[in-house]
């Protein structure tokens, strides 16, 4: 018998599914979804109203819950993307509608130039000169000189065309052109670029002009925020590679100087023995196969000893470990701890499983998908002899003896 239940467990057996999604109905059938979304036809789940309608069927997807933020799916029946019905939806605001009233799109992509796109209108209205021509461009976006496309504002005189007229890199236009925030504009006022490309130390400069690697204006330029000055100060780099062990940095290897690397100050970086060293904090160990400091310090029993693990992890019992909860007494070693401690007899038979898992009779953890709404609720499958809580809208449970 209890092989028999450890297998139902296991495999979610048809019969333990019918019971929880006939539970799901039913909870769900008396639900009355908020204002900003909308019913499934079966009466199994809530979803947004800009799901509606929005060209992405989901008949083949199993309906979860109530909750909409749980899938971006859809309805599992399919309801929501019902021709008739769509040809009566109001699109949901800053959303379109095709010409064939079947589909609402994002409006900013209406006009964007990319004609029978997948997120696009299928009969391709979206692009439709008639359309365009009158079309305002949302927020944070240009229309070319033709008025039949709108493009990225961030994309308006940076050296690429992207207007089909070519309106957006016209030497009048760019040179009277303002550049986004975060962008920088080159010498000869008609490129912008980002400000992080300036003095970046790349000999094939971004500006056309090459004014943004000018040694004149290196010397002068104050790095952008998470980017360092290198010591000759013609160069920036990102944070990141500072004292990383890699001479992929400054040209003149300031990066990696014995008197740069001896704080870690910078980005939870931590410091290797030998003060010549510094490594992310995450990969402190991370039990890889090789160590990330050059003197291996960072996988020495006392550095993992001493090491904290994150919010949803779990330190392995030898203490060089740190591994995601939902990892442990679930049954497999395969993303485990090397040292097998997650799943051992005696942490499983006190581990407490997590929100949405149930607990099983040899003490392992599987997740169960539960109903919105439903909470200190038990509910009892007798022919199984399994009890479950649902807490919090997750299922935990235990199997009885």
């Known amino acids: 018998m209890l092989f028999t239940v450890l297998q139902c467990l296991f495999s979610m057996s048809v019969d333990v ?5 006939e539970a799901r109905v039913k909870t769900c059938s008396n639900v009355d979804c908020p204002e900003n979304q909308w019913k499934c036809a079966d009466n199994t789940k809530c979803i947004t109203k800009s799901q509606v309608c929005d060209g992405h069927s989901s008949s083949l997807v199993e309906c979860r819950d109530c909750d909409p933020s749980s899938s971006i799916s859809g309805c599992s029946d399919g309801s929501d993307e019902w021709p008739e019905m769509c040809e009566n939806w109001t699109c949901s605001r800053g959303w379109w509608k095709c010409a064939h009233n079947t589909k609402c799109i994002p409006e900013d992509q209406v006009c964007d130039g990319y004609s029978f796109s997948l997120f696009g209108c299928s009969d391709g209205s979206d692009e439709w ?3 365009c021509v009158k079309w305002n461009c949302r ?3 240009w229309k070319c000189a033709d008025n039949l496309k709108c493009i990225s504002e961030s994309g308006v005189c940076d050296g690429k065309t992207s207007c089909n007229d070519g309106s957006d890199e016209s030497v009048g236009r760019c040179e009277k052109w303002n550049c986004t925030v975060g962008q920088w504009k080159c010498g000869d006022n008609r490129q912008c670029i980002r400000e992080s490309q300036v003095c970046d ?7 056309s002009d090459g004014s943004d690697e000018w040694l004149q204006r290196c010397e002068k330029w104050n790095c952008s925020e998470g980017r360092w000055k290198c010591a000759d100060h013609l160069q920036c780099i990102s944070e990141s590679n500072v004292c990383d062990g890699y001479l992929n940095g400054c040209s003149d290897g300031s990066d990696e ?3 740069t690397c001896r704080n870690c100050t910078m980005n939870d970086l931590w410091k290797c023995a030998d003060n010549q060293q510094c490594i992310k904090e995450s990969e402190v160990c991370d039990a890889s196969s090789y160590a990330r400091c050059n003197d291996g310090s960072d996988e020495l029993l006392e550095a993992c000893q001493n090491k904290k693990c994150l919010d949803g992890e779990w330190k392995c019992a030898d203490s060089r470990q740190c591994i995601p909860k939902v990892d ?8 485990g701890c090397d040292d097998g401690s997650d799943e051992s007899s005696e942490i499983c038979e006190r581990y407490t499983c997590m929100i949405g898992h149930i ?3 040899d003490h392992t953890c599987i997740e169960v998908s539960s109903p919105a709404g439903s909470q200190h609720k038990k509910i009892n499958v007798q ?12 299922w935990q449970g235990a199997l009885a003896d």
């Open 359 to 361: 607990k099983c009779a």
């Open 139 to 141: 927020e944070g976006r």
């Open 201 to 207: 130390g790349f000999s094939s400069t971004q500006c």
């Open 328 to 335: 442990v007494c679930d049954g497999s070693t395969k993303f």
């Open 383 to 394: 022919q199984y002899s399994v009890h479950v809580h649902l807490v919090d809208s997750g």
């Open 129 to 131: 000169p008639e359309i």
């Open 17 to 21: 599914v019918l019971f929880l999604s």
């Open 257 to 259: 100087w014995p008197e």
